[in-house]
């Protein structure tokens, strides 16, 4: 408790604070502007922090990613244009709503959501971190390197039904970590003899290009749509936001809460899925959980706080595994993995412990930065509905500029700017011809991780079964195979009883890595998971449509 106060000290410094609040600030006009995400906001902000301490530095990225995340719900409500990925389901009923004038209802809903699953999934960080770093003691090399494979499959998998090129644009993103000099025995790959990329491809100048670069490039496909402004028919008085009344209604509405942010944090914490995913999940409970579905597409109440509470708890989630075994859950931890390195913080399972005072930093400005970002939204409401009335143009070119100067400044080299019009260009194509962006940048990021715990685990011992055969590593070997077969079984649409089959022999390998753990609650939950996939298998072989038939001894139709 002493660590968590004076964590809360260091960041209430004023110098701290304010660049914290600026980071809020900034955050939520550039995730308001819909095609400017959180993570481009946190590149774009990343080469101002070099000169700041690690605390103000990640205060100040913390802040960004907050508000990033909360911004995109203003211009779905009042836009219906999603500002980021994770408010897309916020558009089903808040632009309804507005529609209907009642702007500050659903403005308020969306705000007060957002504040309250940051601030249930900062708790929960805290809770919970320790303990996992605890357990991420236990996985070793063998597990880690297994672990960045089920990261990267579980991504690849999760992109659209497109595995394949999911799996292609992870092999990418790895291909480019492995260019430049090899970390553990200092071994140059892949430069074909130029000496400009021996120390490969920073993370800063590839980051910007493939996110924020290939975006505006999609944004203006020609001049008619790069002439265009945004606006359309916003009023022109920022609308009110009614605080107190939504306060009231997320009270009544707490199941509704409580839920979203579970499945938030559930979503945050499987390497790669992020708030584009819980906020859909997050939404379609609350309609099936709902007294009232047909309301749903309407203006559902429901329907604005279930993605709103989820998006925000996930970033709680993806941080959570980030600070206690250092793999990012999301695009965004992605980036604030890279800030973490710049400023010489290597996040892992010892992290919490060798850093108390800087990881719980991180913690209370993930908390405050959510209560922060109430108050900034009403300022940055009226500052929105200004931007957006700009041409396209004019904004995609302020912040091309920016970004080349943010490359320029990470060596003060034009070779990083280079890299990223050159990831740009690869960024854009890959979106142009299906490819997901998610697996490549987690390829980039997980590569050295992957490559060290690699030749770590063959240094202590030459045997590959290590990598099957000890407890962690065996479970992501299941646990990788398994989102493989989920995979396939929803693009081809495999019959219940063939799944259930198929899935048995997987979910006995995951009962055995879990019953050979140590202590009593992985053990008990190999068992329940056992007895799961049995009775899966009994509904669908026994229990199709609720009955058997007794006559001819086969389920009824």
Same mark, same amino acid.
């Given at each position: 408790m002493a660590v968590l106060f004076s964590a809360l000290a260091d960041i209430m410094q004023p110098a701290t604070f304010a660049l914290m609040a600026l980071g809020v600030f900034g955050g939520l006009v550039v995730g308001a502007i819909p095609g400017f995400s959180a993570t481009m906001a946190i590149v774009i902000i990343l080469p101002l922090t070099y000169s700041l301490g690690a605390m103000p530095g990640l205060a100040v990225m913390i802040g960004v990613a907050v508000g990033g995340m909360s911004g995109g719900l203003v211009s779905a409500m009042l836009l219906g244009i999603p500002g980021t990925p994770g408010s897309v389901?916020?558009?089903?009923?808040?632009?309804?709503?507005?529609?209907?004038?009642?702007?500050?209802?659903?403005?308020?809903?969306?705000?007060?959501?957002?504040?309250?699953?940051?601030?249930l999934s900062g708790c929960a960080l805290i809770v919970f971190a320790p303990y996992l770093g605890r357990i991420g003691l236990e996985i070793g090399p063998w597990g880690y390197f297994t672990m960045v494979l089920f990261a990267l499959t579980i991504t690849a998998s999760l992109s659209s039904g497109m595995l394949l090129k999911g799996l292609i644009a992870a092999a990418a993103g790895l291909l480019a970590a492995s260019v430049g000099e090899e970390e553990m025995n200092g071994v140059t790959r892949l430069t074909f003899g130029n000496r400009a990329i021996d120390s490969g491809f920073d993370f800063l100048p590839l980051m910007i290009g493939v996110f924020a670069f290939s975006q505006l490039l999609s944004d203006m496909p020609n001049t008619k749509v790069a002439r265009r402004t945004l606006a359309g028919e916003l009023p022109q008085n920022s609308p009110r936001i009614q605080h107190l009344w939504a306060i009231r209604?997320?009270? &009544? %509405?707490?199941?509704?809460?409580?839920?979203?942010?579970?499945? *938030?944090?559930?979503? !945050?914490? #499987?390497?790669?899925?992020? +708030?584009?995913?819980?906020?859909?999940?997050?939404?379609?409970?609350? &309609? %099936?959980?709902?007294?009232?579905?047909?309301?749903?597409?309407? *203006?559902?109440?429901? !329907?604005? #706080?279930?993605?709103?509470? +989820?998006?925000?708890?996930?970033?709680?989630?993806?941080?959570?595994?980030?600070?206690?075994?250092?793999?990012?859950?999301?695009?965004?931890?992605?980036?604030?993995?890279?800030?973490?390195?710049?400023?010489?913080?290597?996040?892992?399972?010892?992290?919490?412990?060798?850093?108390?005072?800087?990881?719980?930093?991180?913690?209370?400005?993930?908390?405050?930065?959510?209560l922060l970002m109430v108050v900034f939204q009403v300022i940055s409401l009226r500052f929105f509905l200004k931007v957006v009335s700009l041409p396209i143009y004019i904004m995609a070119a302020a912040v091309l500029f920016y970004c080349a100067l943010g490359a320029y400044t990470v060596n003060n080299s034009m070779y990083d700017v280079w890299v990223m019009i050159a990831f740009g260009a690869l960024g854009f194509f890959m979106t142009r011809f299906g490819y997901p962006i998610a697996p490549f940048v987690l390829g980039v990021v997980l590569g050295g991780i992957a490559e060290v715990n690699l030749i770590r685990a063959l240094s202590i011992s030459s045997d590959y079964m290590l990598f099957v055969t000890r407890p962690w590593s065996l479970l992501f070997v299941g646990l990788m195979l398994l989102s493989v077969l989920m995979a396939i079984a929803a693009r081809h649409r495999i019959s219940a009883r063939a799944l259930a089959l198929l899935q048995l022999p997987l979910l006995l390998i995951i009962c055995a890595a879990l019953a050979q753990m140590s202590g009593v609650v992985r053990p008990v939950l190999s068992i329940i998971i056992l007895v799961g996939a049995l009775f899966n298998i009994y509904k669908a072989f026994y229990r199709k449509d609720g009955a058997k038939d007794p006559k001819r001894g086969r389920c009824q139709n």
């Open positions: 389901a916020t558009t089903f009923d808040g632009l309804p709503l507005v529609r209907r004038g009642e702007q500050g209802k659903a403005l308020g809903l969306g705000v007060w959501s957002s504040c309250i699953g940051g601030v209604e997320l009270l &009544k %509405r707490w199941t509704t809460v409580v839920r979203s942010t579970v499945i *938030g944090l559930i979503v !945050g914490v #499987i390497p790669a899925t992020g +708030a584009s995913i819980s906020n859909i999940l997050a939404y379609d409970q609350a &309609k %099936r959980n709902s007294k009232e579905p047909e309301q749903f597409g309407k *203006g559902a109440y429901d !329907g604005i #706080i279930a993605p709103e509470t +989820a998006n925000n708890a996930t970033q709680g989630g993806a941080l959570l595994m980030l600070m206690a075994l250092g793999i990012p859950g999301d695009a965004v931890a992605a980036v604030l993995l890279a800030a973490l390195v710049i400023h010489n913080v290597i996040p892992g399972p010892s992290f919490i412990t060798d850093e108390p005072g800087l990881a719980y930093g991180i913690f209370v400005a993930f908390i405050l930065s959510h």
